[in-house]
């Protein structure tokens, strides 16, 4: 299994445009999750989806970014318009959910890292 | 308000000898907790886990030291190498229900030969 795939791996882009960012979880894994990670906060969670659907968003920091899971296959973290405090690194990752978390902790992707100038 | 903090932004450890890191946090629904490691331009990959059921899970050279009552947690790297030297992050969730994980800021760890 080739594990959660990023791309890119790195974006840098002018303040103002449009950034997408996309995922393709393990096969297989039903929960997906956006992360960020930042010098003063680590690793924030931005959203989730079980099964495709969103099921909590409350990390999403404003109505400029949106995330999409068309299916179990893909995901998408868009940024319209990007702003230079965006820029960070922005991981994916999935699991099998079972209805209890064990050990099975998350496989994460390499990460984008985003630089908005 | 972060539930999960790791006050250390860094730290430096002599090959050989034990490595420390803390993890405070305040949500007290949290009932599992894991460390993960993570290398430069690398995804965070899991290290060890314990539930609130106990208060020591050991793997290897990696100890996790649970305290509920004072909501901290530990990491014990003995003894420490060079390829320990990451970034270490604390997280916490419940078992039940919510699934998503919430996670420090990290530590970044450099074992010196």
């Known amino acids: 299994d080739a594990g959660v795939i990023q791309s890119p791996r790195h974006e840098v882009t002018e303040m103002g445009q449009e950034v997408t960012l996309r995922c393709k979880p393990i096969?297989?894994?039903?929960?997906l999750f956006w992360y960020r990670q930042t010098m003063m906060r680590g690793l924030e969670l931005l959203i989730y989806?079980?099964?495709?659907?969103?099921?909590?968003d409350s990390g999403m920091p404003e109505d400029r970014f949106s995330a999409k899971m068309p299916n179990a296959s893909f995901s998408t973290l868009k940024i319209q318009p990007s702003e230079p405090r965006d820029s960070a690194v922005y991981f994916c990752?999935?699991?099998?959910?079972?209805?209890?978390?064990?050990?099975?902790?998350?496989?994460f992707g390499s990460g984008t890292r985003l630089t908005v100038v | 308000d972060q539930q999960v903090k790791q006050n250390s932004p860094s730290l430096s450890v002599q090959e050989g000898r034990i490595s420390i890191l803390n993890c405070d946090y305040t949500?007290?629904?949290?009932?599992?907790f894991l460390w993960y490691k993570k290398y430069p331009a690398e995804g965070p990959t899991f290290l060890i886990s314990?539930?609130?059921?106990?208060d020591k899970n050991e793997d290897g050279r990696f100890t996790v030291f649970l305290n509920k009552s004072a909501k901290h947690l530990s990491l014990h790297i003995v003894p420490s190498q060079p390829g320990d030297s990451a970034v270490y992050f604390c997280?916490?969730?419940?078992?039940?229900?919510?699934?998503?994980?919430?996670f420090g800021q990290g530590t970044r760890l450099t074992i010196n030969p």
């Open positions: 990752a999935s699991r099998f959910a079972t209805g209890t978390l064990g050990h099975y902790g998350y496989t």
């Open positions: 096969s297989g894994h039903n929960s």
């Open positions: 989806f079980n099964n495709n659907v969103p099921i909590d």
């Open positions: 949500n007290s629904m949290f009932d599992y």
């Open positions: 314990i539930s609130s059921i106990k």
């Open positions: 997280a916490a969730s419940r078992i039940q229900g919510a699934q998503k994980l919430v």
